[in-house]
């Protein structure tokens, strides 16, 4: 019985909002102590630096009760340091100014600052309790308020099903990768997909089971993507991934994980295994086009082929430009340090296309070269004419 008595009295205490009094003086700290005590949990700080120290260890912390004269660092420099981090619970925690300096320009320096409320230190238990309860009262409905919208905005954004990104989303995100890859004349794939036989498979063993492959088909293609590409559900069984500098090889390698991990999942109906499969349909930038609508309608051209051709495997574009090697050519011209990067590796034929595009990238800095050097120069005119010849 005594247990339970002392955890019901730990727990009542633990219910109380947790506030931090910071003041220099011991006797205006228990005394402020001793009149909040009742409804809060209060921690206690002799200054500014000590006082940081606990708001950034205990999360926990609700509202900051502070003075403004003290050593070390102040209560304006407090303040101030709450409000300039980044984190939101520090810009927006409570703060109550309470101090002995009844002054317009302590006061007006207090709110330029960040402060939230002012009262002096001969203000009354009731006052003081009125502000707490009030402050406390508005950052919780604050913190509701974000807390709905920021469901709010998931929900505009997410599939209810699978968690993935909706169309909206995808929309949005993909525009946005798009330019960038455009920006850093860069590749960008477009994959769509589709789960094979789906129809069938609900008409055969029910809505449930194939929302659970739904399901199972977004968190296995989410989970075989990178950080920086983006799958989402656009359709019943409709799923699209957009994969920002990825080339037409890289494209494949992806199009090909995501078919094998599909293939594998084991999906159990009255104990036998559902086989579960997927098609995919891929375009490129800038092969394909360089605009998202053209690419996804070229993606979802290859997805029909793709299905058309007997299901479970991508379709890509049929001719890729090839050199005099037979490779894949890159028909966008790789940055000078990639080119450089490339030449290290080996890999020369990729820069055969681009040879007179990285020469006439040179060409200023070679200028610059004669300008500065006092002997031998570089025929830049000679540079221009092999730049030229390589065209053809």
């Not at 604050?142 to 505009?156: D, K, M, V």
């Not at 798009?178 to 008409?203: A, C, E, G, P």
């Not at 990825?246 to 090909?256: H, K, Y």
């Not at 394909?288 to 793709?306: F, I, K, N, P, T």
Request: proline residues 3%; charged residues 30%; aromatic residues 4%.
């Amino acid at each position: 019985m005594n247990e339970g008595c002392a955890g019901s009295s730990t727990a009542a205490k633990e219910d109380k909002p947790l506030i931090l009094i910071v003041d220099d003086s011991p006797t205006i700290r228990m005394s402020l102590k001793r009149a909040v005590e009742d409804e809060f949990q209060p921690l206690e700080a002799e200054d500014g630096e000590v006082a940081w120290t606990l708001l950034l260890q205990d999360a926990d912390i609700e509202l900051l009760i502070t003075d403004l004269t003290m050593p070390h660092l102040d209560g304006f420099g407090l303040i101030r340091r709450l409000r300039e981090n980044h984190a939101a619970r520090m810009q927006n925690l409570p703060v109550i100014v309470v101090t002995g300096a009844d002054d317009t320009a302590a006061r007006e320096r207090a709110f330029h600052a960040g402060a939230n409320d002012f009262l002096t230190k001969d203000s009354d238990r009731i006052e003081l309790l009125a502000r707490l309860r009030a402050h406390l009262k508005l950052a919780q409905t604050i913190r509701q308020l974000e807390a709905s919208q920021c469901e709010l905005r998931a929900q505009a954004n997410t599939d209810a099903l699978t968690g993935l990104a909706n169309r909206r989303f995808f929309d949005e995100i993909a525009g946005k990768e798009l330019s960038l890859m455009r920006r850093q004349q860069d590749y960008f794939s477009v994959l769509m997909i589709d789960i094979d036989h789906f129809k069938t498979v609900n008409d055969t063993h029910g809505h449930p089971v194939g929302d659970e492959i739904l399901k199972r088909v977004a968190a296995t293609l989410s989970d075989n993507l990178r950080e920086e590409d983006t799958v989402a559900r656009i359709g019943g069984e409709e799923f699209v991934v957009c994969s920002p500098a990825t080339n037409r090889l890289a494209s494949i390698v992806l199009a090909e994980r995501l078919r094998k991990a599909v293939e594998s999942l084991t999906i159990k109906c009255d104990g036998r295994r559902i086989p579960v499969t997927i098609s995919l349909g891929i375009a490129l930038r800038p092969l394909d086009g360089d605009d998202l609508q053209a690419l996804l309608s070229v993606a979802d051209e290859r997805l029909y082929r793709a299905k058309q051709d007997g299901r479970n495997r991508f379709c890509v574009a049929d001719k890729v430009s090839q050199d005099d090697d037979g490779f894949a050519v890159d028909r966008i011209c790789p940055r000078m340090d990639t080119a450089l990067a490339m030449i290290r590796h080996g890999n020369l034929h990729r820069l055969k296309p681009h040879l007179s595009t990285l020469l006439q990238e040179l060409i200023p800095f070679l200028e610059l070269v004669n300008q500065q050097s006092a002997g031998a120069k570089v025929d830049v005119g000679r540079m221009r004419e092999i730049a030229e010849n390589l065209k053809d």
